[in-house]
């Protein structure tokens, strides 16, 4: 087993996940330093941290090299789909924008290990999608969810670093749905309304993973220096009319030639922003 890392530095450190990790990787109490790099401060106290509010779009190497960083855990990402497609753009070009940046920022750093959080949408929904999903499936996300795109587009420019810088550990996870008490998107917030919108004959299966596990499993993949392609979830599945029982929630049932087109046009014309006819 490696020895653990003596410096780790987290970027988007005061997001949800963020400062789930930092919690985390405090309690274990055997790290010398943290660094959080967000553009605001992390939301909660953490004891021997150093704490920089700025943008990674720019070079973060000198920081890293200052604090003699080790591994960079990047989680920095605008989730945000944005309203109009020149948001969407400005979005996508940000996002990718500060990975490149961060990435030249590890290589001049001369960082041993970059971990990236990726997302099981990279998969794409598809009917011949093989059940259970292998990290070693196809990437087939679609282009009209910004979110599972951007994270696509991402992982492309994070295989091409590895493959030019081999003597750098590489890690990318690509967590299903994160769920837990701290848990508030779009997602998380779709199981508290009245209703949910049902396909009919449609019953997908759907994984959760708890928060905290979430945090401990990149903490395990910090620690031991684990480089790969890794999916993770919790075990088994519930399947969506399953959840609508859980939550209390009162399907609304059509068919799916009107479903797809009326979520369409609810979202174009702006009347929701939970999801598009892909999502």
Known sequence: MNQPPEVIAVTGASGYVGALLLQKLQDQGDLRKLVAIDLIPPPL??????????????????????????????????????????????????NLGSLRSVLNSCLRARIKHFVYLSSHTVY?????????????????????????????????IIQEFAEQHPETKVTVLRPCLVLGPNADNKVTRAFFRPWLMAVHDCNPPIQFLYEDDLARVLTIIIKQGIPG?????????VFYRELAEIIKSRLIELPA??????????????LQRHSTAAG
């Not at 392609?229 to 599945?237: K, L, P, S, T």
């Open 45 to 94: 106290p953490i004891h021997n941290i150093a704490v920089y509010r700025q943008d990674v779009t720019d070079p973060i190497d000198e920081l890293l090299d200052n604090h003699r960083v080790s591994t960079l855990v990047h989680l920095a990402f605008i989730t945000e789909a944005g309203i109009n497609r020149r948001e969407i753009m400005y979005n996508r070009e940000a």
């Open 124 to 156: 794409g929904a598809h009917p011949d999608n093989p059940v259970p999903l292998s990290d070693g499936a196809p990437l087939r996300p679609s282009p009209e969810i910004p979110y599972a795109y951007d994270k696509f587009l991402s992982e492309q």
């Open 229 to 237: 392609i890794f999916n993770v979830a919790g075990e088994g599945v």
């Open 257 to 270: 030639f009107l479903s797809y087109p009326l979520v369409q046009l609810t979202w174009r014309l702006h």
